[in-house]
């Protein structure tokens, strides 16, 4: 049965600067891009992270907890999937403005919180592991709790990024996937639920598709073999529809370049809420 809601994200490119350097200090933190210049050696220093902490505006990770201290820089990198279009792909989305020209101040709540509007439908924050899934993961999940929400709660699951990463051919599986791709994957051919085809990436191997062209022969690890569609997918155009869609509609999909001081923002989780401290 192929169930079909109507879907909208957002691509944001949000560049995420390092903090101001005062004058005279050393900021051995540098505004460039995590894919340049690949080291082999510890990517997270314990210098790196005192030096930080210096000029820093944001609370930062002490080193003897950083979660990323061992790995290298390659290691790092391998789990910042998203890759970005092409110009000539970009100009291909579907641009989306859905409210038109709404008054802000008179149509949105100072403040909102997502999970007191639809509670039942909110998925757990999930470890993708030594696998650039974050497009697969970003992608299922977004759809996921759209289903729940546009159904009243009648459609309940967690959908499966694995189905993405070894099965969508556009994409490159663990070594990255592209956010229009995704989706074009997701409204031609669906994805199963997590329950079908658990993630299984987390070791950094893609894994084979275990789905054919033909249904009858598809066959889950557990329940029932659905894929789960959308009937259309776009660009949001302007922040302003991003915020009246996330408030009415549900979550949307975004993205931004990760820096290196990024890695050290210390965050946590308050009643299933992200904090960044």
């Not at 030096?51 to 930062?60: C, D, M, Y």
């Not at 998925?123 to 759209?146: H, P, Y």
């Not at 776009?234 to 999909?253: M, R, V």
Request: a negative charge; aromatic letters at 10%; hydrophobic letters at 35%.
């Amino acid at each position: 049965m192929k169930l079909l809601i109507h879907l909208f994200f957002i691509l944001i490119s949000i560049i995420l600067i390092s903090a101001e350097t005062q004058e005279n200090s050393q900021d051995s933190f540098q505004k460039l891009d995590l894919k340049q210049n690949i080291k082999q050696h510890s990517f997270i220093t314990r210098e790196k992270i005192e030096a930080l902490k210096i000029i820093a505006k944001f609370e930062v990770l002490d080193y003897n907890s950083h979660p990323f201290k061992d790995m290298t820089e390659k290691e790092m990198i391998q789990k910042l999937g998203l890759l970005l279009e092409s110009q000539s792909d970009l100009n291909k989305i579907n641009k989306i403005f859905p409210y038109g020209n709404i008054n802000i101040s008179s149509d949105l709540p100072e403040n909102f919180n997502y999970q007191e509007k639809w509670p039942d439908c909110v998925k757990e924050i999930r470890d993708q592991g030594n696998c650039g899934s974050c497009w697969a993961f970003a992608a299922s999940e977004v759809l996921s709790e759209r289903f729940c929400i546009a159904s009243n709660n009648q459609i309940n699951i967690v959908l499966s990024p694995q189905d993405l990463v070894s099965c969508d051919s556009n994409d490159r599986g663990c070594g990255g996937g592209f956010v229009k791709k995704s989706w074009d994957y997701i409204k031609k051919t669906g994805i199963v639920s997590e329950e079908c085809l658990p993630y299984s990436a987390g070791t950094g191997v893609s894994g084979i598709c275990p789905f054919g062209s033909e249904p009858s022969l598809n066959f889950c690890k557990k329940g029932k073999f659905r894929k789960f569609k959308v009937k259309s997918h776009g660009q949001l155009y302007s922040i302003l529809d991003a915020k009246l869609t996330i408030f009415n509609e549900g979550p949307i999909e975004s993205a931004f370049n990760v820096y290196e001081d990024f890695l050290a923002i210390k965050v946590e989780f308050i009643e299933g809420l992200l904090k960044i401290l």
